[in-house]
């Protein structure tokens, strides 16, 4: 069973700098590849990034490429998003997913509940 729990959203001016964290408390972490993905009011929720359960593969949205790092420690069952130069278009609810393979087409089976990142101009 994969339960996960996001932290590390807040308020922070843009050009600051955010780190998420996304912890699974269950023991197949290192199984699964992990995704991020984001929804800002009155949006349908996009993808963010995504890392193999190696962290060999990575994917970005095109809007985050060069801001935004994913990485992950599968030795602490967490996967991290550092977010830089953050701007006032990031702004909205980061949630982070598990699903068995990031290459194709890529199924989220577990989902966390979401943090909030809101970036002030």
């Known amino acids: 069973q994969v339960q996960l729990v996001e932290s590390g959203g807040g308020l922070v001016q843009a050009g600051g700098s955010l780190r998420l964290s996304c912890a699974d408390s269950?023991?197949?972490?290192?199984?699964?590849?992990m995704g991020w993905f984001r929804q800002a009011p009155g949006k349908e929720r996009e993808f963010v990034a995504a890392?193999?359960?190696?962290?060999?593969?990575?994917y970005y949205a095109d809007s985050v490429k060069g801001r935004f790092t994913i990485s992950r420690d599968n030795a602490k069952n967490t996967v991290y998003l550092q977010m830089n130069n953050l701007k006032p278009e990031d702004t909205a609810v980061y949630s982070c997913?598990?699903?068995?393979?990031?290459?194709?087409?890529?199924?989220?089976?577990?989902w966390g509940q979401g943090t909030q990142v809101t970036v002030s101009s």
């Open positions: 997913a598990a699903t068995p393979r990031v290459t194709g087409t890529p199924k989220y089976d577990y």
């Open positions: 269950g023991r197949t972490f290192s199984r699964y590849g």
């Open positions: 890392i193999s359960w190696n962290g060999a593969i990575t």
